[in-house]
Every structure is written in structure tokens, then in C-alpha cells.
């Protein structure tokens, strides 16, 4: 019998396992899960064409801290008159409740977005 694999030892490669896409075709969005413990979560997201369907604002629980390592992307928020265009390398942190949605990801290439997802500590306590 195999002994469960404690996660902290996972090991792999972002770039691993990405569809084969094509100009004019799509596969559905992927999400890998990368690490979790209490207060912080990070994910792998592959898109390949995808948008937020009209209409429809992110609003979390949680902050996100998102770094585009492929691909392009089209970020708007709902504060914001103008759409983000992000580029490979480019980072933004959204704070929890700050509404937000996917424009648009480049369609005939992967995007591949590293998102963290972390929640505010409580202030210690001073003594």
C-alpha cells in the first residue's frame, strides 16, 4: 500500500499537460490546483479562448494575485473605464470584493494564468 502523499512534497511543471489548440478552436478552461492550506490556495488556470460570459462579475470572498506567464488576456474592473490588456509577465492583485472580469483570453494560443488565492490575516494581537 502506497503512503499518501503529503502535498507540501508535490513537485511538477506549470507548463505540463497544456492542450493542443489550433486558430478557430477552443477546449474547455482548465483548473489544476497547485498548493492549499488554511488562507491560501494557488491554481494553475488554462485558457484558450474563453471570457467571462456577458454580463458576469467575479466578486470573492478572497484576494487574488494573478501572474499572466502566457498568452494574452483582456482584465476589466468595475471601477475601471478601460479594459487591462495583459501581456505574459504581467501581475495584478485584486483585492477581495473588487469587481472584476475576463474581457477576452487570446484565442488559437494557451493563456496561462498563475492565481493565488490568499485571504487578509487578522491584526495580531498587541499585548
Not at 47 to 76: C, H, K, M, V
Not at 112 to 122: D, T
Request: glycine letters at 8%; hydrophobic letters at 40%; zero cysteines.
Amino acid at each position: 500500500m502506497k503512503a499518501e502523499e503529503d502535498p507540501a512534497d508535490r513537485a511538477g511543471n506549470v507548463f505540463a499537460d497544456l492542450p493542443k489548440v489550433s486558430v478557430g478552436t477552443q477546449v474547455g478552461e482548465q483548473f489544476v490546483q497547485l498548493l492549499q492550506r488554511p488562507g491560501l490556495r494557488i491554481e494553475r488556470i488554462v485558457s484558450t479562448g474563453q471570457a467571462s460570459p456577458a454580463g458576469f462579475w467575479y466578486d470573492q470572498d478572497e484576494n487574488e494575485w494573478i501572474l499572466l506567464l502566457a498568452g494574452e488576456a483582456g482584465l476589466r474592473f468595475a471601477d475601471e473605464s478601460t479594459t487591462r490588456h495583459l501581456r505574459a509577465g504581467d501581475f495584478v492583485n485584486i483585492a477581495a470584493h473588487r469587481r472584476h472580469r475576463v474581457e477576452w483570453t487570446a484565442s488559437g494560443q494557451v493563456t496561462i494564468w498563475l492565481a493565488v488565492h490568499h485571504r487578509r490575516e487578522a491584526p495580531a494581537n498587541p499585548r
